[in-house]
C-alpha cells in the first residue's frame, strides 16, 4: 500500500494549492478518503474527508468555504483544492483511507493508510 501526496509548496497569503494524492496496493474505491495536517508544535488535525463515491464531503469549521476535496477513482487520486490561503494553514499535508461507515467523523487513530505529506508554507 502506497500513498503519495505531492502539490504543496509556499506561497502568499490569499494564494490557491492543490494538493495531489495518488494511491496504490489496495482498493481505492472501498475506502474513505481524508486529508489531515500538521502544523509545528500542534497535534494532528482533521482537514477534510469524502465518501467512497465522492458524492460527500465533509470539512473542518477552520477550512469550510476555502477547500474543496474530490476524487478520482479511475485514477486513485485524490486532491484538495485549496483557496484564499492564510498563513494559519501551514503544516504538512497528509492523506489518509479508513473504511468507516460513510457518516463517522474521520479520526487519527482510525486510518488504516497514511500517505506521506507535504508541506505547505503560506506567508503573511
Known amino acids: 500500500v502506497q500513498l503519495q501526496a505531492s502539490g504543496g509548496g509556499l506561497v502568499q497569503a490569499g494564494a490557491s494549492l492543490r494538493l495531489s494524492c495518488v494511491a496504490s496496493g489496495y482498493s481505492f474505491r472501498n475506502y474513505r478518503m481524508g486529508w489531515f495536517r500538521q502544523a509545528p508544535g500542534k497535534d494532528r488535525e482533521f482537514v477534510a474527508r469524502i465518501t467512497r463515491s465522492g458524492g460527500g464531503t465533509w470539512y473542518a469549521d477552520s477550512v469550510k468555504g476555502r477547500f474543496t476535496i474530490s476524487r478520482d477513482n479511475a485514477k486513485n487520486m485524490l486532491y484538495l483544492q485549496m483557496n484564499s490561503l492564510k498563513p494559519e494553514d501551514t503544516a504538512v499535508y497528509s492523506c489518509?483511507?479508513?473504511?468507516?461507515?460513510?457518516?463517522?467523523?474521520?479520526?487519527?487513530?482510525?486510518?488504516?493508510?497514511w500517505g506521506k505529506g507535504t508541506q505547505v508554507t503560506v506567508s503573511s
Open positions: 489518509a483511507a479508513d473504511r468507516k461507515v460513510q457518516s463517522a467523523p474521520m479520526k487519527s487513530e482510525g486510518v488504516d493508510y
